[in-house]
């Protein structure tokens, strides 16, 4: 009897062993759905994830950019604006942060979206990313009209409204928003708070696993 | 009754330096309290773009701690926290011309607070900048 306990115990700890040892996976952000699908004359159920929508933006290269600039890459998203007073300063100092790691990196791209349509025109957010160091195409700097980007900002769950009593004249989050090669959610952190910005090069690090 | 008289004056000796250091330590501990309200208002008012280490952000917002730049100007550092600055300044020698924003809010003592920390944790100063002298820069700014 105490043998076959010993057994048993000895097979419980080898099974929570293996599942440790099971590679680690980011979540998937967002409302999903079922959809019936017709393969091999089998009827299966596919998970339909929230996913990036396509997109034309302008860059700080006045080159229009689509999402097919990031295909096979994970990138890092956020929304800020050039002369914003508040939360951007530390959000982009952040994200540089991400940008000299993986600097040349080809694995991962970086994406910021201006929610001041009306100031940052190209030639403002070139300006800008020089100032900041950023000289490469890895890390684009997009603006585009107001309904198209305040729209994406919903997509990505980044809140963003144009606010007159607020300083800069634009309210909105400071997240930084980590996009799988399937435009998936797969991570999304303060920004302007270091630990969760720990956490998320924590998780860039297991999404780039993902890929190996 | 000499040795009645030796320990008089060793008292007496012993009661000066006691005055002497608490004279000195209710300075330093004056300039301590001035750093530590200076710490809170930069994290809420400078931080952000200078950064809490004082570094700035590449050529967008300078660091502070050229202390070639406190000696220079340090007549108008007053009027730069409390009326912004619109022209391009240099710092290490790079040249800077993002605007900064006005801080109407503070108070010439926040001001005098708010120098003190930011030229004695990023400046290595070691003197405290009073309330007058705030107030004599602030009437001198253009």
New interface residues.
Partial sequence: MIRIHFIFSFLVGLSLLACQTEKKKLPIYGNREAEEKVVDGKTIVDTIYHTIPNYEFLNQDSVIITNKVFENKIYISNFFFT?C??????M??NL?KFYEKYKGDPRIAFLSHSIDFKYDSPSVLKS?A????VDSEQWQFVTGDKASIYKMADNYFVYAKEDKNV?GGYDHQGYLVLVDHDKRIRAAYDGTDDEQVQLLFNDVETLLKEYE | MPSFKLSTSLFAILGLVIAFSNCQSKESVEKAQYVANGRKLFATHC???H?ADGKG?????PPLDDTLFYKEHQDKLACYIKYGIDTTIHVHGIAYN??M?ENPTLTPIDIAYLITYITTEFGNSETKVSVDDVNKQLENCQ
């Fill in positions: 002369h007073p508040t939360i951007c300063p530390t982009q100092r540089l800008y020089n100032k900041l160091g300083p | 931080q952000n773009c950064g952000l590449g050529k967008l917002y993002s605007k924003p």
